[in-house]
Nanobody, 121 residues
Framework: QVQLVESGGGLVQPGGSLRLSCGAS????????MGWYRQAPGKERELVAD???????NYADSVKGRFIISRDNAKNRVYLQMNSLKPEDTAVYYC???????????????WGQGTQVTVSS
């Protein structure tokens, strides 16, 4: 099995920055796309950003120019640098990854447990 473990959440003032980190552990052949999603109270989970194994990125319009996603393929880790944070960025942030456990099976999708990000003065 695979575990995704996030870290780096917390309380930050508007305009501040946070860096989220997520590591995948287990018997992993390869990881295709990795990404970050968020879910605010009373709202559906939404994509924040994702990145392919080759480094191609995709961002939600609401975070373009403020957030940067990156990954370290050798360490099976993905990061989210969040700058110029706004109160509306407050949510639980989840790591997501398409992980291949075997050369004979396609990738399977996994979620982390989530980390809370609160932007407030």
């Amino acid at each position: 099995q695979v575990q995704l473990v996030e870290s780096g959440g917390g309380l930050v003032q508007p305009g501040g920055s946070l860096r989220l980190s997520c590591g995948a552990s287990g018997i992993i052949v390869s990881i295709a796309a990795m990404g970050w999603y968020r879910q605010a109270p009373g709202k559906e989970r939404e994509l924040v950003a994702d990145i392919t194994s080759g480094g191609s990125t995709n961002y939600a319009d609401s975070v373009k120019g403020r957030f940067i996603i990156s990954r370290d393929n050798a360490k099976n880790r993905v990061y989210l640098q969040m700058n110029s944070l706004k109160p509306e960025d407050t949510a639980v942030y989840y790591c997501n990854a398409d992980v291949r456990l075997s050369y004979y099976r396609g990738p399977e999708n996994y979620w982390g447990q989530g980390t809370q990000v609160t932007v407030s003065s």
